[in-house]
């Protein structure tokens, strides 16, 4: 039997899984959530909770989340060390490279675009694994394009205004031609996503909670299936 353990490591809440490779079984998978405790206190909690992990399932092959760069100085460094440690654990068991993998290589492996929503990836674990039933499966299939959908009619529906207001420009008084450009340039902030960008967050990450409801399986688990099954 092979074993594959992943790990989608974060100072705060750390997922974890664990996936038989020939037959394809999710063995296991939770959190490491080393809360109210001082940073380095917060390492030792996550050294020894990552050790646990490794000896319950005495995995063949370790795959962690690479790094990727943010604007945050502070929060890069405290991730490196997080990180740091779960791969020292992870080599001290292996006696081998551990295997690091960027978030759009293990998403693309999947057959999920770079930029899927956390509720893409919960979703697309709970299909592998039969999580959920077809006939919920479906409903929140449906949920996601209708959001998509509305979307895509707002933003057709908007350039159709910003048009409209340009031809109205030509034969305005100086105020009116400000005010109108006021607008445009309202519209083309909506075209950017700036405002409803925030507004279909939070319908994507009302489903992503539906779906933990249901399955237990919140987005920094769901994360760490992925990168496990990008390994199968």
Same mark, same amino acid.
């Given at each position: ?99 690091? /993998? +960027?978030?759009?290589?293990? *998403? &693309? !492996? ?7 929503? %956390?509720? #893409? @990836? ?37 350039? /159709? +205004?910003?048009?409209?207001? *340009? &031809? !109205? ?7 009116? %031609?400000? #005010? @109108? ?52």
């Amino acid at each position: 039997m092979s074993i594959i353990l992943s790990f989608d490591v974060s100072s705060n809440s750390t997922g974890w899984a664990s996936i038989e490779k020939e037959t394809k079984k999710l063995l296991g998978f939770g959190l490491i959530r080393p809360k109210k405790l001082e940073n380095q206190e917060k390492l030792f909690y996550f050294a020894n909770r990552i050790q646990g992990i490794i000896d319950e399932f005495e995995p063949n092959d370790i795959v962690i989340e690479e790094v990727v760069m943010c604007s945050s100085v502070s929060t890069m460094r405290v991730l490196a060390r997080f990180q740091g440690v779960a791969i020292y654990k992870a080599f001290a068991y292996l006696n081998k490279e551990v295997e690091l /993998i +960027e978030p759009t290589k293990w *998403k &693309k !492996k999947i057959g999920l675009l770079g930029n899927a929503e %956390k509720c #893409d @990836i919960q979703l697309n674990a709970c299909k592998r694994f039969n999580l959920l039933t077809t006939d919920k499966i479906k409903q929140i299939e449906d949920e996601l394009f209708e959001i998509r959908d509305n979307n895509r009619i707002l933003s057709s529906t908007l350039r /159709i +205004e910003s048009k409209m207001l *340009k &031809k !109205k420009m030509h034969n305005c008084s100086i105020q009116d %031609k400000e #005010d @109108i450009n006021n607008e445009i340039n309202k519209i083309n902030s909506k075209l950017k996503g700036k405002i409803p960008r925030q507004e279909i967050k939070k319908k994507f990450a009302k489903i992503s909670e539906k779906i933990e409801s249901m399955t237990n399986i919140n987005t920094d688990i769901a994360d760490a299936i992925g990168i496990a099954m990008s390994q199968l």
